[in-house]
């Protein structure tokens, strides 16, 4: 029950960094699909869910405080996932 | 001492009676037993379906059934026994039974989440196969509902994809349970490396369950998607890639592949030494080989498409990835012998099925590395090969499994022996009429006969002849074992705590155990294969 009562009081700057980061990726998100990036254009697109999805994950959602366990298995998960979407391309990009 | 500490799990009294008390029941071992019964019901629909099938290619041209219905049959042999019987078999019965006592706890994390996975189960059942009573029959796609076919064909593909949809989400919450259940709940003293071999591969199964369903999940959204609005996601006329539903599709089902015989290993590991009376070979090997299977199974999918038309370079890849993943199989079966070296084996059924085990997964996995290879697989691709291999591994490697399991746990569950050379007879007559089915069908595959055809031509007659009569061989042995254990479960000898001489916690415990399984949280000190000391039987 202890890391249930440790409670992380987050600055509200923070978050409101954080969502400013998170209001200017999806602008960028939306602006990128104008410009063709060719083979690039699901890569970044990806990646730029990937880090806006990393920032909820850390900041909202509270990881960067939880134990060392939980983070190597939430990192696992976006190895796994991003290594499944390398193979798939192995197909897409060399057709 | 408490009531719930002296009377078994079936006596116990709740607020419900009769059979709400199983229905609404958060007892792990009734949710388990739950899943037994209703996965029965559903394989039994999935022989019946299968033994038709064979009955038709036992001639030439149309036998009992047109290619319409044959079609629609085998599709619904394959939605019924992959997402109805194997995906769910041996986690979902054995796991939910097994895992809180193996690990030395009263229940699982969730018990109620336990009980929601099951009615969500039933549901997702009932949905998939309600189409057989609509008009316009079952889908006739193959259980991988390949598109562009999927969004054309007139039969009801709805009802089959949002059944496997719902399904998903019972697999997703067992899997979480699981997970929890073993990283909070295990007894004192039970480290990881001092946990049975069974719950290590709940674990592994776990977090497959959790990481490749919503996948599928997904894609059989899509599906409906594509099918009601016509979006063009798959389809080609409408800009779609089918190409990209079968990467999507396999992404899921491999690693289902692995949900379904991780578990089946992890019950071969608790047979075998305990049959053999002896400490398992190469405990940690074992562990490490589960993970790696887990891990590595997610980047094989695209062996199953290796004549789709993909590039040259994902094809040698997934060709090189699928020789990698049987490494840590093969790992698992040098263990299993070496655990058998010099061991004073005790000649029991569950061990007859597990040496059976040995057997039929050896063939299934070595014709596996065939297909595995780019040359031979374009031979081979969807020819009857494919579906010997498949069910040397689905149905040899996880019923044979299943079948030692039920043999091996069935004194624990029911608190009964059964008769032992009934049981024995009926594992003979199922392993003569499982070779005599499914072995042809691979010279028939090398030979050139198509899989999923009704109809053939006449030089490949004998070959089925001799499968069908196979099928009737399989399904006396069939009827012999659900006799003897049905029969043995009402009137059986009853059974001790220990009757095989087994090292893991479920063997400390009643027969059947009490609601709570333990009096008091065991402290776990030794490994859970020491065979040093006998414990007390």
């Not at chain 1, 880090?51 to 190895?79: C, E, G, W, Y």
């Not at chain 2, 289902?256 to 075998?272: D, H, N, R």
């Not at chain 2, 996995?365 to 591994?393: E, K, M, P, R």
């Not at chain 2, 196979?470 to 006799?483: D, P």
Request: charged share 10%; with cysteine.
């Amino acid at each position: 029950m202890d890391k249930q009562d440790n409670n992380h009081i987050i600055p509200y700057k923070l978050y409101l960094t954080v969502l400013a980061g998170l209001i200017t990726m999806t602008i960028v998100s939306v602006g990128v699909t104008k410009i063709d990036l060719g083979n690039l254009s699901v890569f970044v697109a990806i990646l730029l869910a990937s880090s806006k999805s990393a920032l909820v994950l850390v900041f909202f959602m509270h990881l960067k405080f939880d134990n060392t366990l939980l983070k190597i298995l939430v990192t696992s998960v976006f190895i796994l996932v991003a290594l499944v979407l390398f193979i798939t391309f192995l197909d897409y990009n060399y057709r | 001492m408490t009531k719930h500490e002296t009377v078994s799990f079936r006596e116990a009294q709740s607020r419900y009676k009769g059979i709400f008390a199983w229905i609404f029941s958060t007892d792990h071992k009734r949710i388990g037993l739950l899943y037994l019964y209703s996965i029965i019901i559903f394989f039994f629909t999935g022989v019946i379906l299968g033994a038709a099938m064979k009955l038709e290619l036992l001639a030439p041209g149309k036998t009992v059934m047109d290619a319409a219905t044959y079609n629609a049959i085998f599709t619904l042999h394959g939605v019924i026994m992959i997402f109805l019987v194997v995906i769910p078999g041996l986690p979902a019965i054995f796991g939910n039974f097994m895992l809180p006592i193996m690990i030395g706890a009263k229940d699982v994390a969730f018990p109620r989440l336990n009980l929601l996975s099951w009615w969500i189960y039933v549901i997702g059942a009932i949905i998939a196969l309600s189409s057989l009573f609509m008009s316009g029959g079952p889908p006739d796609t193959g259980w991988t509902f390949y598109a562009p076919y999927a969004f054309k064909t007139n039969t009801n593909m709805l009802p089959a994809v949002i059944g496997a949809f719902i399904l998903g989400f019972s697999s997703i919450l067992t899997g979480i349970n699981f997970i929890v259940t073993i990283h909070r709940m295990r007894a004192p003293g039970m480290t990881w490396f001092k946990m049975p071999l069974f719950p290590w591969t709940l674990y592994g199964t776990g977090w497959i369950q959790i990481l490749a369903t919503p996948i599928v999940g997904i894609t059989l959204l899509m599906i409906v998607g594509e099918r009601i609005f016509s979006i063009g996601f798959f389809d080609p006329a409408l800009g779609g890639d089918p190409i990209l539903y079968q990467h999507l599709f396999w992404i899921y089902s491999h690693p289902a592949v692995y949900i379904m015989i991780l578990p089946a290993m992890g019950a071969i590991s608790e047979i075998i030494p305990t049959f053999a009376n002896k400490s398992i070979f190469g405990y940690k090997v074992i562990v490490i080989s589960t993970l790696a299977i887990a891990f590595v199974g997610y980047f094989v999918w695209g062996h199953h498409m290796f004549t789709s038309g993909m590039s040259g370079t994902a094809l040698y890849t997934f060709s090189l990835l699928t020789f990698i993943v049987a490494i840590p199989s093969a790992i698992k079966v040098f263990n299993w012998v070496g655990t058998l070296h010099k061991a004073s084996i005790q000649l029991e059924t569950p061990f007859f099925w597990a040496a059976s085990f040995l057997f039929v997964f050896m063939i299934g996995g070595l014709s596996g590395l065939a297909l595995g290879a780019l040359a031979t697989n374009v031979h081979l691709h969807d020819t009857a090969f494919v579906v010997a291999h498949f069910h040397f591994i689905v149905f040899g490697g996880v019923g044979f499994a299943f079948m030692g399991a039920i043999h091996y746990w069935f004194p624990k569950i029911w608190g009964r022996m059964y008769n032992s050379k009934l049981a024995t007879s009926g594992w003979i007559i199922f392993f003569i009429g499982f070779c005599t089915l499914y072995l042809p069908m691979f010279f028939l595959g090398v030979s050139g006969m198509p899989r999923r055809y009704y109809d053939y031509v006449e030089r490949f007659h004998g070959p089925n002849i001799v499968s069908t009569i196979g099928s009737w061989v399989l399904i006396l042995g069939l009827v012999i074992i659900v006799y003897n254990l049905i029969r043995s479960a009402y009137k059986g000898e009853k059974a001790s705590k220990n009757p095989w001489g087994g090292r893991t916690l479920e063997w400390s415990v009643d027969s059947p155990p009490t609601l709570e399984n333990f009096e008091e949280i065991p402290v776990v000190t030794r490994g859970p294969y020491d065979y040093r000391k006998k414990t007390e039987a």
